[in-house]
């Protein structure tokens, strides 16, 4: 998921250091943003990734902009495959 969802749609450039899949998952699941985990599993509105990289998601005023930089967010396709993931347990 993190390679189809996040580092094909532009977050690489930035967030592409974490060598394996391994490394980003854990980042993912065990990292916050905003006062609330990036990665909630089982519940993607609780996710702060998807307050993040979501299109037509709201992201509190104090927790910055939209990403990737210069966009709304990321793909619809690559959105509904974050949150589909999520809502399904997030599993590695």
């Not at 899949?21 to 519940?43: E, H, N, R």
């Not at 990737?68 to 959105?79: L, R, T, Y």
Request: with cysteine; charged share 10%.
């Amino acid at each position: 998921v993190y390679q189809a969802a996040i580092a094909n749609n532009g977050c690489a450039g930035c967030h592409g250091g974490y060598g394996t899949a391994q490394a980003a998952y854990q980042t993912l699941t065990q990292q916050s943003f905003c006062g609330a985990p990036l990665v909630k599993t089982g519940d993607s509105a609780a996710s702060s990734i998807v307050w993040k990289l979501v299109p037509g998601v709201s992201l509190p005023g104090a927790c910055g902009e939209k990403l990737p930089k210069g966009a709304s967010g990321i793909s619809a396709s690559a959105a509904k495959l974050l949150q589909d993931w999520i809502t399904a347990g997030a599993k590695p």
